[in-house]
């Protein structure tokens, strides 16, 4: 009787895995931010994948495109009553760091620097860079007003790019005031293109009474026009607002940060205020945008906490990591330092006795191992298997190596096929060589 075949599984549309060796460089670019954001006392927060849908119409609104048409939502028995509740796949991290810092009253001794790294989830068309599971790196700091904040979210975005070497990125700055300045501007934005109604696209007709400054942010070429001669919210400012916006400039200006005011740069959502910004690139195509922030004072309360200030950004990996690969920048892969060759299977206790030695002492090792026939192979396998891990050294564990208490150490990577002896007895002397020719460390 024929076996049935089995139907192979595969990951769903727009859910990638992310494989060795690539995986090394999303452990190369977590491993710069959790250092960088040490050094900037900013603490990590994790929250669930999982929030109630109520979290998100709220946080992000309910007539955006994200709750209306991207969010990963369904409804989930309450094992407690009995109800359907609605819950979502996270398509954002901010909503569910305020929640967290509200739900465990966060900010009772005070201000918090925070920041997240992990995976999102939006129901769009994927396309390079832009996945249905994605990922995104944030920084939030909760609990203080004032534009040195805001200042320091910026510098320590900068500070992010010269770390990994990322070029041809820059910064653009807007302030769109406080909610009464940008209610007066709203309703002159709404006269103004009422007034060219026949000139709106089929877009900024739809939202030109629930989200008329989002029609500022429109990437219709044939809109372009109309949108530079609308009203500028910078022109509605206060001079609170304004001093605010005009420290931060003052901040950045001391500290070499170069930037571009761009009026048509906007949130639709009432919970900003003051500060938005956002770093982009001309290097993904069409203008990118590679990391936002902005102010959101509002949205502590909004979600139902206190009242307190509170200011982000946040940046896709796979739109950073695109654009250092397309710039030809080569993030480290970490492989070995060192592949151990061993021809005698009755060696392997020794070898490993002294491989878990060296790797006590910091040494990156891979160890051959034996195939289904429970042989380890010729001598030429291995070192073939040796080459393609990547290490810069074989270690050659041969029966006349061990009768003498040592090891023989092969380069691999100049070309020049030299061998050295080292002592078994002298392993942190065999580590330190192994190591010098490491340029991942």
């Avoid at 990577?413 to 490491?438: E, K, N, T």
């Amino acid at each position: 009787m024929a076996q049935e075949k089995i139907e192979k599984i595969s990951a769903v549309k727009g859910m990638n895995d992310i494989l060795p060796p690539e995986s090394a460089r999303w452990e190369w670019l977590e491993g710069a931010v959790r250092e960088l954001m040490a050094r900037y006392a900013y603490r990590n927060i994790r929250t669930p994948m999982l929030e109630h849908t109520a979290l998100f119409v709220r946080g992000i609104g309910e007539v955006t495109d994200i709750v209306e048409k991207e969010m990963y939502s369904f409804q989930d028995r309450s094992d407690k009553h009995g109800d359907n509740d609605h819950l979502s796949l996270r398509p954002e991290g901010t909503a569910s760091v305020v929640r967290a810092v509200i739900e465990h009253n966060a900010l009772y001794d005070g201000g918090k620097r925070l920041y997240y790294m992990g995976p999102m989830f939006r129901r769009e068309r994927p396309q390079r860079g832009r996945y249905r599971q994605f990922h995104q790196i944030g920084a939030e700091v909760l609990g203080f007003p004032g534009p040195d904040v805001d200042a320091e979210l910026i510098l320590l975005a900068s500070a992010l790019w010269r770390a990994i070497g990322l070029i041809d990125v820059r910064l653009e700055l807007n302030s769109l005031g406080q909610r009464a300045e940008r209610a007066r501007y709203r309703a002159e934005l709404i006269a103004y293109f009422e007034h060219h109604a026949d000139s709106l696209d089929e877009d900024a007709r739809r939202r030109l009474h629930s989200n008329p400054l989002r029609i500022l942010d429109t990437k219709n070429p044939a809109m372009r026009e109309l949108v530079e001669s609308a009203p500028k919210l910078l022109d509605f400012l206060g001079p609170e607002s304004l001093a605010h916006f005009n420290s931060l400039r003052a901040i950045l200006d001391a500290n070499g940060i170069a930037y571009t005011i761009n009026p048509y740069l906007v949130r639709g959502l009432d919970y900003y205020n003051l500060t938005v910004f956002e770093f982009v690139t001309d290097r993904l195509g069409a203008q990118g945008t590679v990391c936002a922030g902005g102010r959101y004072d509002d949205l502590i309360a909004q979600i139902g906490g206190k009242s307190a200030p509170a200011v982000g950004w946040a940046l896709g990996m796979e739109r950073v990591l695109a654009l250092l690969e397309g710039q030809g920048s080569a993030p480290p892969t970490y492989a070995p330092h060192a592949y151990a060759v061993v021809p005698d299977i009755s060696a392997l206790p020794q070898v490993l006795h002294t491989l878990q030695q060296l790797r006590a002492a910091g040494v990156r090792v891979q160890m051959h191992a034996a195939g289904p026939d429970g042989l380890l192979g010729s001598f030429k396998s291995q070192f073939k298997k040796a080459d393609a891990s990547g290490a810069n050294y074989a270690l050659i564990f041969g029966a006349d190596e061990l009768a003498r208490g040592e090891v023989a150490v092969k380069v691999l990577r100049d070309g020049s096929g030299a061998q050295m002896v080292y002592a078994l007895a002298d392993l942190p002397a065999l580590a330190r060589h192994l190591q010098s020719q490491d340029h991942n460390d």
